[in-house]
């Protein structure tokens, strides 16, 4: 027999069934961890707050948690992993600023909300070429890459590999030629493998699939750590973080920690083949839900759907209102849509168990049932 929804929960120690966007679930077992190291950590008679970031213990949690993203995501040795502050609107602006070099313009893909303030930031900086828009489908497909207007002076061609909003999510890595791609990969980075050494530079803010808020992820080819502008603020200074190992300034530790417990979680799990597969079954089985329903809908094309963020609406959306109370009394958290795009969304990010995917269906046939 399937286990009932209340039985899953009853293994959570209370806790929720969480499909926040961000600030979003982090694993149950390194929460557990965390919880069970807080106030004496390695035997210090403190907690991973509460010591200096330049102590020996921290000094091996910093360097344990970039041997383990580099093993995870099988980071090339000419790439610079940097542990920042400031989120992925902070590389916004950043990212300019480090990569302008003597360029005058850089190329951006908009393919919604978060494409789009990336794009706005941008603009302050350098100018911006919008290479490609979904804003004609409503960003339910982008255009095919040949129709692309790519510039080969750009300083780089910045793309959003994952809309967290719009629930968009690149099926391919674009082709750049010569020009260095750049990604934000705050909402689908560690969800499946990735060829590193096609992009420039990554970035992520660590609170949608990595950990807490407050740390920002950079991943920088060598190379390109030449062109930072005189005006970079010197804490977003690629070049200068790197030589001083992400600790020019105080780092946000326990972020950084709690992110390093994750990467070990990844890692144990079976690494990011295993997550991929997982993540693919979890999003096929519930836009086969929405689909299959003629109750609920989605609007983007199946080809560009995101595997972690999935946003639906009900054909009767006078119902939305009982759809979130009801679905709260059974334990279900945040599926309340992004403002901008109404109805629903669920985040079903590497830490959301596929149990817990499960149970929203269960939910979502029992909601339609009654109110269909
Ligand atoms: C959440 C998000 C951001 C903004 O991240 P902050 O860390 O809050 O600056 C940017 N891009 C994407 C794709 C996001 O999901």
Redesign the pocket.
């Known amino acids: 027999m399937k286990p009932s929804a209340n039985d899953v929960l009853a293994q959570l120690e209370n806790r929720v069934f969480n499909f926040s966007?961000?600030p979003a679930a982090i694993p149950f077992e390194v929460l557990q961890q965390a919880r069970d190291e807080l106030m004496n950590w390695q035997d210090l008679g403190a907690s991973v707050m509460e010591v200096s970031h330049r102590g020996k213990e921290f000094v091996r949690v910093a360097y344990e948690a970039e041997q383990d993203l580099r093993d995870l995501m099988k980071i090339p040795n000419n790439y610079k992993v940097l542990f920042l502050q400031?989120?992925?609107?902070?590389q916004?602006s950043a990212i300019p600023m480090n990569l302008k070099g003597s360029h005058t313009s850089a190329d951006y893909v908009n393919s919604g909300h978060?494409a789009d303030?990336?794009i706005q930031e941008g603009g302050k900086y350098l100018n911006v070429n919008v290479v490609a828009d979904g804003s004609a489908t409503g960003f339910a497909s982008m255009p095919q890459q040949s129709q692309w207007q790519s510039n080969e002076d750009a300083a780089y061609l910045h793309y959003?590999t994952?809309?967290?909003?719009g629930g968009l999510e690149f099926p391919f890595i674009p082709d750049a030629g010569d020009v260095p791609l750049v990604a934000?990969?705050?909402?689908n980075i560690l969800s499946r493998p990735l060829d590193v050494s096609k992009f420039g530079l990554i970035y992520a803010?660590a609170?949608?699939n990595i950990g807490p808020?407050g740390l920002?992820l950079v991943i920088v080819r060598e190379d390109l750590m030449d062109r930072v502008s005189p005006q970079c603020p010197a804490i977003f200074d690629y070049r200068l973080q790197a030589s001083k190992e992400s600790m020019y300034n105080t780092p946000p530790t326990f972020a950084w920690y709690l992110a390093g417990l994750v990467f070990k979680w990844l890692k144990s799990s079976g690494g990011l083949e295993v997550m991929e597969e997982t993540n693919r079954r979890k999003a096929e089985k519930l836009y086969g839900q929405i689909d299959g329903s003629g109750f609920y809908q989605n609007p983007v094309d199946p080809k560009w759907r995101s595997r972690m963020n999935v946003p639906f609406t009900l054909v009767k959306p006078e119902l939305d209102a009982t759809f979130i109370a009801e679905s709260e009394q059974e334990g279900f958290r945040y599926l309340k849509g992004h403002k901008a795009v109404g109805g629903m969304r669920a985040s079903i990010y590497n830490a959301v168990p596929e149990q817990h995917v499960d149970a929203l269906i269960e939910f979502m046939k029992e909601f339609e049932r009654r109110y269909g």
């Open positions: 966007a961000g400031g989120g992925a609107r902070g916004f978060w303030s990336a959003t994952n809309e967290t909003i934000d990969m705050s909402s803010g609170q949608k808020a920002t």
